[in-house]
Structure formats: structure tokens, C-alpha cells
């Protein structure tokens, strides 16, 4: 029997709509088991504040959360599997993707979420498009969500690499799309299967 009971939440973190990276992890979604529960959402139509570190605040950082914060909040914690999903800008994740990562550190402090117990108990994936063949230069955006989520204690699904330098040339990059068919292969193991 199937796990079905997974849920995905994708995270798409980048500034041009249907680019490469969108359109490699809707590759490696279409290989989920059928009922797998996705959902998309764009980062760029959910915008956030600047964020502001009020831990040392006199009220300790009480404050009111945003529509757009609370929708990414409960997401989040709503989702078994968080996938982010981030061309690869000056070597790191875009500029989306690490507001929302900012954010964590205040929804460790958002009373009742018990945020981080709930994050150790996901897992982590990411899926980048970028305009270099030498996949090294990846390395500084996989570490800061490989060292997020060991940071909750969350298992690391790992990277999907892809090279595109201009609109949909990430789909004849063919080791990017048969690796793609294989990303999220653990969701289709059976409850308790070992392996990765």
C-alpha cells in the first residue's frame, strides 16, 4: 500500500512565471502517486514586508500576522513536504525564497504554532534551474536548505539540478529530466520502506 497520506507544498520562488525551475518541478511532480496532495503557490503573487528581526523587542515580537504570512505560515505547517523551488541568483536562492525563509525565524515565536517541533517532522527538497553546466556552483543554495532544515531536526529530500539559460531549455537538459523522474522517489515507497 502507498503512503497518500504526504502533502506537497510548492513553493515556486522565482521572478518570471513558468520559467525552468517551475517547469523541472512540475516534472518531478508529475511522478508523484496519483492523489499525492500538491499544492503550488507563487511566492511573487504572496508578497511579504520587509522583514523586521523583533525577537529582542519590549513585547518580544508580538505582532499581528499579514494575510499573505498567514497563508504561507499555515501552508507550511499544513505540508508533510516542502519543496522550494528557486533558480539559482548570484549562488544562492532568490531574493523570495529568502524573505521566506526570514520568516521562520518569527513563526518560531507565533504562539500555538509550535513551529518547530512541527518542521522537524517534514522534509526538505529543492529544485533550481541555472545557467552554468558545472552544478557546483549550486552548492551555497542546496547548504542553506540542507542546514535549514537540519536546523528543525527535518529530513533533507535533496537537490534537483537542471541547467537552462534561456526559456524552456531546462526541458532538453534530458540528465536533469531523468533525474527529475526520480526526485521524490521515496513518496512512492510503501509506509516503512527503507532507503532514500
Known amino acids: 500500500m502507498m503512503n497518500d497520506s504526504r502533502s506537497f507544498l510548492f513553493l515556486l520562488a522565482s521572478s518570471r512565471e513558468g520559467g525552468n525551475t517551475e517547469a523541472l518541478a512540475r516534472e518531478a511532480a508529475a511522478q508523484l502517486p496519483a492523489g499525492t496532495e500538491q499544492r503550488w503557490l507563487r511566492l511573487a503573487d504572496l508578497p511579504l514586508p520587509v522583514f523586521e528581526d523583533v525577537r529582542h523587542a519590549p513585547d518580544g515580537g508580538g505582532r499581528e500576522l499579514g494575510e499573505n504570512e498567514r497563508l504561507l505560515l499555515d501552508a507550511t505547517l499544513a505540508a508533510t513536504d516542502v519543496v522550494i523551488a528557486s533558480p539559482l541568483y548570484w549562488y544562492s536562492v532568490s531574493s523570495s525564497a529568502k524573505l521566506y525563509l526570514d520568516y521562520w525565524s518569527h513563526?518560531?515565536?507565533?504562539?500555538?504554532?509550535?513551529?518547530?517541533?512541527?518542521?522537524?517532522?517534514?522534509?526538505?527538497?529543492?529544485?533550481?534551474?541555472l545557467a552554468s553546466e558545472d552544478q557546483q556552483v549550486a552548492e551555497p543554495l542546496l547548504g542553506t536548505l540542507r542546514l535549514s532544515a537540519e536546523y528543525f531536526g527535518a529530513r533533507w529530500g535533496g537537490g534537483l539540478l537542471g541547467y537552462a539559460n534561456r526559456p524552456g531549455q531546462v526541458l532538453a537538459d534530458g540528465p536533469a529530466l531523468e533525474r527529475a523522474r526520480d526526485f521524490f522517489a521515496s513518496a512512492r515507497r510503501p509506509v516503512g520502506a527503507s532507503g532514500v
Open 107 to 129: 513563526w518560531l515565536r507565533v504562539p500555538g504554532a509550535d513551529f518547530k517541533e512541527r518542521m522537524g517532522g517534514k522534509t526538505f527538497w529543492a529544485v533550481s534551474a
